[in-house]
């Protein structure tokens, strides 16, 4: 191998051996363009999510933007929270890594009873008080939407999105968004609006550069 050839592969070898936190990671960053907020079907700020035509979506909407590519899942479960308060789920929308644990902490001083009929997780916690420990908790080792209910507070609603990826983050109320962390490489960027619409464009995450991508 001739001189220039052996200085390639010493640096690609070099680079091999960098721990992770070494190698530079990329970033996405951008806007996408939200639904029209309809009117919740009580203008109540309890109902967290609304039901029209048979679609579910935030209220007011937000966008989950997530990168989608071969990402193995964690081997030690990551833990989230949904509490009830003030008879309102927090947050609304959840999104998870498939594989997570969600924890149901109850603040308010009466019984919640949670529940999901949904295909991805179906579950039933009972009734409990806030004062009940541990806090009930549920593994969402299934990718796809969840939706939950309260048996007592039947206006209760709220959303969780399981994803097969740990890089996602819910946009703010304009549909603008980031993501930071992301490793280099070809992949996929989804933006979720609802439980029918979720757009989607390839990207290549180059290390160290932030790539702006809208979701006209």
Same mark, same amino acid.
């Given at each position: 191998m001739t001189a220039p050839g052996l200085r390639r592969l010493a640096a690609v070898l070099a680079t091999l051996a960098l721990p992770p936190a070494a190698v530079a990671q990329a970033s996405a960053e951008g806007r996408v363009e939200l639904a029209k907020a309809l009117h919740a079907p009580v203008m109540n700020k309890r109902y967290g999510i609304v039901a029209h035509g048979g679609v579910l979506s935030p209220f007011p909407p937000v966008a989950v933007v997530y990168l989608e590519g071969p990402f193995p899942r964690p081997s030690t479960p990551p833990t989230a929270q949904m509490a009830q308060k003030d008879l309102m789920f927090m947050p609304w929308l959840l999104p998870v890594q498939a594989?997570?644990?969600?924890?149901?902490?109850?603040?308010d001083d009466t019984y919640h009873n949670i529940f999901s009929y949904s295909p991805a997780k179906r579950f039933d916690l009972g009734r409990y008080r806030s004062d009940e420990r541990p806090?009930?908790?549920?593994l969402f080792d299934a990718p796809g939407l969840v939706?939950? +209910?309260?048996? /007592?507070?039947?206006?209760? +609603?709220?959303? /969780?999105?399981?994803?097969d990826t740990p890089y996602f983050v819910v946009s703010d109320a304009q549909g603008r968004y980031r993501l930071d962390g992301l490793p280099a490489g070809r992949y996929v960027l989804k933006a979720w609006l609802d439980s029918k619409t979720t757009l989607e464009r390839p990207v290549l995450l180059q290390g160290g550069a932030t790539l702006h991508a809208d979701f006209p």
């Open positions: 594989g997570s644990r969600v924890e149901f902490p109850n603040l806090i009930p908790s549920v939706t939950l +209910r309260c048996d /007592i507070h039947e206006h209760m +609603r709220a959303l /969780i999105l399981v994803l």
